[in-house]
C-alpha cells in the first residue's frame, strides 16, 4: 500500500504508527505540504480532491479518510484493534476529530504559523484534554489500561495518543494530567511503537 | 519565587502516581519536580531539571535503579549522582555531578516532601485517594474553601502563586462523589474570579 | 566576483532608502524620550542586527502573514508582482533586506549588513529554505542546540547517530576573527547522515557561529566526500522566551529532491523542539557553573563565553560581572 504522507500532521502518523503496530507494509510517499504547498496542486488534488493528507492507496482503491485508513489496516491485519460492536468507539474517534479541530489546530498555528484563532482552539482542547484524563484515571482504578474498555488496545487509542503526545506544539500541557501522562507512556511502550518528531520513542530497551 | 513553608510536609503525588518506568511530573510552590520508583522500589523526588543542561528530567526515563535524561541520555542513581556518560563513556563521572534530591515519605497512600520538612507526616483519616484536581486559585483561598466539604479529608498542594492542586481522602470511600464535588468546587473558585 | 555581483542584485531600491531615513530620524525621536519601556529595554545587539521574518516561498498574496520580532507585531505582505512590505503594527520604521529567500528586517540602526554567505554563490549549490518553525525557547537556547554533538545519538537516533556510537571525540573550539566562534575536528558515526545516505558514515562536522542568534554547520556529504554539505540556522527572535527557527540548506546536488531535503531538515529541527521547550531556565544562563559542561560541551562553554563578552542580554541570563570580564 502506498501512503501519500506528510511527516508532520498528526493523521499521516496515526496511519504510520498503525501500520508499523500490526505490521503492515507501508510505501511512504512525501508530500511537500509545508512550505511547499504540494497539497495544493493539480496532481495532488486529481488524487483527493478534499487536498487532505494522508491519502492510502491500494491498487484501485484510495481512502482518503484517516480514520477510516485505521479501521481497513485494522479489518486487514488484526480485527482485535477495531471492536466495530462497541458504539464507544464512534464516540473515541469523534474525539479525536474534535482534538484534530481544536488540538490539531491549535498546533498548526503556533508552530507552523496557519492562520487561525489559536487560542480559541486551545480553549475548546483543554476542556478535551480534562474529560479524558478523568475518564483514563477513572479507567486505571477500574483496571481499563487503555481508552476503550476492551484488554487490547484499538484504533481509538492510535486516533487520540497522535494529537496528544503533541500537546505541547499547541501550547498545552500534561503536567497536571498524570493519568494521560502514564497512557502516553504506556503507547510508546507497545510493541512496534514508532515515533514521529515531537514524540521520544523509548529509550529504556537499550541497556549497557 | 516560592510560597513554601519550610519544615512542612506536603503531599505531592498518590501511591498509584507511581507507575514502573515512568517519571511523574509536578510543581510544589514553583519548585518543579520528578517524581518516580527504582526497580528496588524505593520512591526518588527530585528536581525536575537534569545538572546537564536543564533539561527536565521528566521527559526521560527510568532505567532499572537510575533515572535517564532524555537529552543526552545522561544516568542518575537513587541517590541522585550521575552514574554514567555516554558522550564520554571511558570517564570516571565526577561525584560532584548530581540531580537535586528532596526528602521523601510514603503515609496515607500518597507520598509526601517538602523544605527541611520536620516531624511526622500528618496523620489522615482512613478512606480512598481521590483524584488531584488543579485549581486556578492560590492555595489560601483554596483551602478556605475546602473546610466544609464533607466527607473529604482534603490536603493542598501549592503549585504556583496562583494555582492550587487539591488532593482529598474519599473517607466513605465514594472516590466518584469526591471528584464530581471537588470538580464542582474547581468550577466555583475559577468562575468567581 | 560572483559574490560581489549577487550583493549588489540584492541591493533594495528606493523603498528601502526611506525606510532607512525615516528610521534614523525616528530612533532619534525614541531617543530623545519618546520610547516606550519595552522599546528602550531591548538589547541593541539583537535591536541593531538583522532578523528573518518570512520566507518569500510562504507568502500570500491572499492573506498578509503577522509576526513578532523582539517584541514587535508585524506584517508581512506580498503583492501580485511579487514586491514584499515588511510593516510593524505600531507604525514604526524598520530596515527590510531580502537575502537566501528570506525577508530579513532590522528594527534598530543596522551597523552592517545582512551576513554574506560564501557558499550561497556557489553555482551547484542551491538555497533550499526549509520552513519556519517556531518554538517556545529562548534563541540562544536553539543555537546552542545546534552546535551540541552529544545528543545526535539520542535526540536524533537512527538519522544523526545512534546508541552506542554516542560518545564525542575530542574536538577544538577557536574564536573567529570576526567575532562569533567556530568548532572543527567534530566525527560523529551516523546511519543517516542525510536523505542520500545509504549507510552509516563516519561524519565530519564544522560548526560556526557567526551572530549571537546565527549559526551553521559544514558536514560531510555522503556523495561528495572532499566537499561539504552546508546548514544554516537563522533564529528569529520573537520575545525573550519564543522564537522562530528558519533553517536554510545549501546542500551539494545528491539526486534528493529540495521536497527530500525540507521534510528530512524539518524531522530533525522537530525532533529538537521538545527538548529546547522543556529546559530550564527557559532564558540561556550565562554564569559558569549554571549547568555542568563536560568536554563533550566545549562549543556550548564558548558560546555562552562569547556571548557574556559581547554583553548580550537577549534571551539569556547574564553572567555576574567579573566572569563576564574574565571570557
Not at chain 3, 16 to 24: G, T, Y
Not at chain 3, 31 to 40: C, P, S
Request: proline letters at 8%.
Amino acid at each position: 500500500m502506498i501512503l501519500y504522507d506528510a511527516h508532520h500532521l498528526p493523521e499521516c502518523y496515526a496511519v504510520r504508527l498503525f501500520a508499523a503496530l500490526v505490521g503492515a507494509p507501508l510505501t511512504l510517499v512525501p508530500v511537500d505540504v509545508y512550505p511547499g504547498h504540494e497539497h495544493r496542486s493539480d496532481d495532488f488534488l486529481a488524487r483527493n480532491p478534499l487536498g487532505t493528507l494522508p491519502v492510502l492507496v491500494d491498487g484501485d482503491t484510495v481512502w482518503t479518510d484517516w480514520q477510516e485508513m485505521l479501521a481497513a489496516l485494522a479489518l486487514r491485519h488484526d480485527a482485535a484493534w477495531f471492536p466495530a460492536h462497541d458504539p464507544a468507539l464512534i464516540g473515541w474517534l469523534g474525539m479525536a476529530r474534535d482534538l484534530a479541530a481544536s488540538l490539531g489546530l491549535a498546533r498548526l498555528i503556533d508552530t507552523f504559523g496557519a492562520p487561525g484563532d489559536a487560542a480559541a482552539a486551545r480553549a475548546h482542547a483543554d476542556v478535551l484534554l480534562d474529560e479524558i484524563e478523568r475518564r483514563r484515571w477513572f479507567g486505571e482504578r477500574a483496571g481499563k489500561v487503555w481508552v476503550m474498555p476492551q484488554a487490547h488496545p484499538t484504533i481509538a487509542d492510535v486516533a487520540v495518543f497522535v494529537f496528544i503526545a503533541l500537546c505541547e506544539d499547541a501550547g498545552l500541557s500534561l503536567r497536571d494530567r498524570p493519568a494521560l501522562r502514564r497512557w502516553i507512556d504506556r503507547v510508546r511502550f507497545a510493541p512496534g511503537f514508532i515515533a514521529m518528531s515531537g514524540v521520544f520513542p523509548p529509550m529504556a530497551n537499550v541497556t549497557r | 519565587m516560592t510560597n513554601l513553608a519550610t519544615g512542612v510536609w506536603y503531599a505531592i503525588a498518590a501511591d498509584h502516581d507511581l507507575v514502573d518506568g515512568h517519571v511523574y511530573r509536578t510543581v510544589l510552590g514553583g519548585h518543579e519536580l520528578a517524581v518516580w520508583r527504582a526497580q528496588s522500589g524505593t520512591v526518588q523526588v527530585w528536581d525536575d531539571r537534569c545538572p546537564h543542561r536543564g533539561v527536565r528530567f521528566s521527559l526521560g526515563e527510568v532505567v532499572g535503579d537510575d533515572l535517564r535524561c532524555q537529552y543526552h541520555a545522561w544516568r542518575f542513581g537513587p541517590t541522585g549522582a550521575c552514574t554514567f556518560i555516554p558522550a564520554q563513556p571511558q570517564m570516571k563521572v565526577p561525584g560532584t555531578i548530581r540531580a537535586r534530591t528532596w526528602p521523601v515519605a510514603q503515609s496515607g497512600g500518597l507520598v509526601w516532601t517538602g523544605i527541611d520538612p520536620a516531624g511526622p507526616v500528618p496523620d489522615l483519616p482512613p478512606g480512598t485517594v481521590a483524584r488531584a484536581i488543579p485549581i486556578a486559585r492560590p492555595a489560601a483561598e483554596v483551602a478556605a474553601a475546602l473546610v466544609a466539604l464533607e466527607g473529604l479529608a482534603p490536603v493542598v498542594q501549592p503549585l504556583d502563586a496562583g494555582t492550587t492542586m487539591v488532593r482529598a481522602i474519599a473517607t466513605d470511600g465514594d472516590v466518584p462523589r469526591a471528584d464530581r464535588v471537588l470538580v464542582a468546587l474547581r468550577r466555583r473558585l475559577e468562575s468567581a474570579v | 566576483m560572483a559574490r560581489f555581483a549577487r550583493t549588489i542584485a540584492h541591493t533594495p531600491g528606493c523603498p528601502k532608502k526611506r525606510n532607512r531615513a525615516a528610521a534614523k530620524t525616528r530612533w532619534t525621536l525614541r531617543r530623545g524620550g519618546l520610547a516606550t519601556a519595552a522599546m528602550t529595554a531591548i538589547d541593541p545587539i539583537v535591536w541593531n542586527d538583522w532578523h528573518p521574518v518570512a520566507a518569500r516561498c510562504t507568502l500570500d498574496p491572499a492573506r498578509a502573514h503577522t509576526t513578532v520580532l523582539l517584541n514587535q507585531p508585524l506584517t508581512i505582505a506580498i503583492d501580485g508582482a511579487g514586491t514584499i512590505t515588511a510593516r510593524r503594527d505600531d507604525g514604526g520604521a524598520l530596515h527590510q533586506d531580502e537575502r537566501y529567500g528570506l525577508v530579513w528586517v532590522c528594527l534598530g540602526t543596522p551597523d552592517r549588513p545582512v551576513l554574506v554567505i560564501a557558499e550561497a554563490d556557489e553555482p551547484d549549490r542551491p538555497a533550499v529554505v526549509v520552513g519556519a518553525v517556531a518554538v517556545r525557547a529562548a534563541g540562544p537556547r536553539v543555537i546552542e542546540n545546534f552546535l551540541d554533538l552529544g545528543h545526535l545519538g539520542y535526540v536524533h537516533a537512527g538519522y544523526l547517530g545512534d546508541d552506542p556510537h554516542t560518545r564525542v571525540l575530542p574536538y577544538s573550539v577557536a574564536a573567529l576573527p570576526q567575532g562569533g566562534i567556530i568548532a572543527t575536528g567534530c566525527r560523529m558515526y551516523q546511519p543517516q547522515a542525510s536523505p542520500a545516505a545509504t549507510e552509516g558514515f563516519d561524519v565530519e562536522y564544522v560548526y560556526k557561529v557567526e551572530r549571537a542568534l546565527i549559526t551553521c554547520l559544514y558536514k560531510s556529504n555522503p556523495l561528495h566526500r572532499d566537499r561539504f554539505d552546508v546548514i544554516y540556522l537563522f533564529v528569529q527572535p520573537v520575545t525573550e522566551t519564543t522564537s522562530v527557527a528558519h533553517p536554510l540548506l545549501l546542500c551539494l546536488p545528491d539526486g534528493t529532491t529540495p521536497q527530500g531535503l525540507r521534510a528530512f531538515q524539518q524531522t530533525i529541527f522537530l525532533q529538537d523542539k521538545p527538548i529546547l521547550e522543556n529546559q530550564r531556565p527557559a532564558r540561556l544562563p550565562l554564569a559558569d557553573g549554571a549547568d555542568t559542561p563536560i568536554a563533550a560541551d566545549k562549543s556550548s562553554v564558548a558560546y555562552r563565553r562569547w556571548l557574556s563578552a559581547i554583553g548580550l542580554t537577549w534571551g539569556v541570563i547574564p553572567a555576574p560581572a567579573k566572569a563576564a570580564r574574565a571570557a
